[in-house]
């Protein structure tokens, strides 16, 4: 990359390959648009982050996705960083950061459907452990929606790599709001 234009922080390497995964689809080079897509490590990090790359760092454009029980590490960052002042979400959404509902694998089993989810597991040969997974009792019972985020977080890897695998499913006329959003934030550059 020459020189980064523009930082999109997120919380985690989930949501970084999702973007870029979205961002491919849609034909767009990040690298040669000076775009960068940086996981902070969880919300806990953001003014680090901000630091570095806000008016007192790089002062590059900035936007960013987070879950929305993590709206106010987010909301306190930018206010910190100086970007703002009593920011609700609607302010914080001008500055071009964006709230998943729960999060970006909630957003994304939402944008698909369970069915949908349940073909992008198969492909990746754990149908029979998402299947073992459900018939765990505390799972019984659960919507198959819960069972599906849920299932995405049981292990490390499966998580990291949830997010793009659910991108390259996605109809593109449905992609989740926030996640679409962020991209459209990042394009103004």
Do not use: H
């Given at each position: 990359m020459e020189s980064i234009r523009a930082v999109a922080l997120v919380e985690g390497v989930s949501d970084q390959l999702a973007l870029e995964a979205?961002?491919?689809?849609?034909?767009?080079?990040?690298?040669?648009?000076?775009?960068?897509?940086?996981?902070?490590?969880?919300?806990?990090?953001?003014?680090?982050?901000?630091?570095?790359?806000?008016?007192?760092?790089?002062?590059?454009?900035?936007a960013g996705l987070y879950d929305a029980a993590e709206e106010g590490d987010?909301?306190?960052?930018?206010?910190?960083?100086?970007?703002?002042?009593?920011?609700?979400?609607?302010?914080?959404?001008?500055?071009?950061?964006?709230?998943?509902?729960?999060?970006?694998?909630?957003?994304?089993?939402?944008?698909?459907?369970?069915?949908?989810?349940?073909?992008?597991?198969?492909?990746?040969g754990e149908l029979g452990a998402l299947r073992s997974f459900q018939s765990q009792p505390q799972w019984r019972g659960r919507s198959q929606e819960a069972q599906l985020r849920r299932f995405f977080g049981t292990h490390g890897g499966r998580k990291i790599e949830s997010g793009a695998l659910l991108v390259e499913a996605l109809d593109l006329n449905r992609v989740p709001r926030p996640l679409d959003l962020v991209l459209g934030h990042l394009s103004l550059v």
């Open positions: 979205l961002a491919k689809r849609r034909g767009r080079s990040l690298d040669a648009e000076g775009i960068s897509i940086v996981p902070i490590g969880g919300s806990k990090n953001i003014r680090t982050f901000l630091d570095q790359f806000g008016p007192q760092g790089l002062n590059v454009r900035l987010f909301r306190r960052g930018l206010e910190r960083a100086g970007l703002g002042a009593n920011l609700s979400r609607a302010g914080m959404e001008r500055l071009g950061f964006y709230a998943c509902v729960a999060d970006l694998e909630d957003e994304l089993i939402r944008s698909l459907g369970a069915a949908a989810v349940e073909r992008v597991i198969e492909a990746n």
